[in-house]
């Protein structure tokens, strides 16, 4: 059982940037794929991007333009999402979560969830 905390949320302005980290514990962080997902009031959970068990591949919702960046650091089992030029539309209650499969954009694929952490974009 892994158990997944997510922080560095807040408010920003629009054009910031912040960088969320989810503090994995209770398992081996090393053989988990990660991922973080967002979800907006009123909209379904979406993907944001994903990390593979060693952190060599790694990718980003194409919607994002190249803005977001997912990292790890097994040694810390820690997860990071650099979130750079932020948006108004980029406001969410944004989760990481811990699958086997990499690369996979469906929330089904993830076995364990943060309780995630609220980011908020002003213009």
């Known amino acids: 059982q892994v158990q997944l905390v997510e922080s560095g949320g807040g408010l920003v302005q629009s054009g910031e940037s912040l960088r969320l980290s989810c503090a994995a514990s209770?398992?081996?962080?090393?053989?988990?794929?990660m991922g973080w997902f967002r979800q907006a009031p009123g909209k379904e959970r979406e993907f944001v991007a994903a990390?593979?068990?060693?952190?060599?591949?790694?990718y980003s919702a194409g919607s994002l333009k190249g803005r977001f960046t997912i990292s790890r650091d097994n040694a810390e089992n820690t997860l990071y999402l650099q979130m750079n030029s932020l948006e108004t539309g980029d406001t969410a209650v944004y989760y990481c979560?811990?699958?086997?499969?990499?690369?996979?954009?469906?929330?089904?694929?993830?076995?364990?969830w943060g309780q995630g952490t609220q980011v908020t974009v002003s213009s």
């Open positions: 979560a811990a699958g086997k499969v990499y690369g996979s954009s469906w929330n089904g694929d993830y076995d364990y």
């Open positions: 209770g398992g081996t962080f090393s053989t988990y794929a």
């Open positions: 990390i593979s068990q060693n952190g060599v591949n790694a």
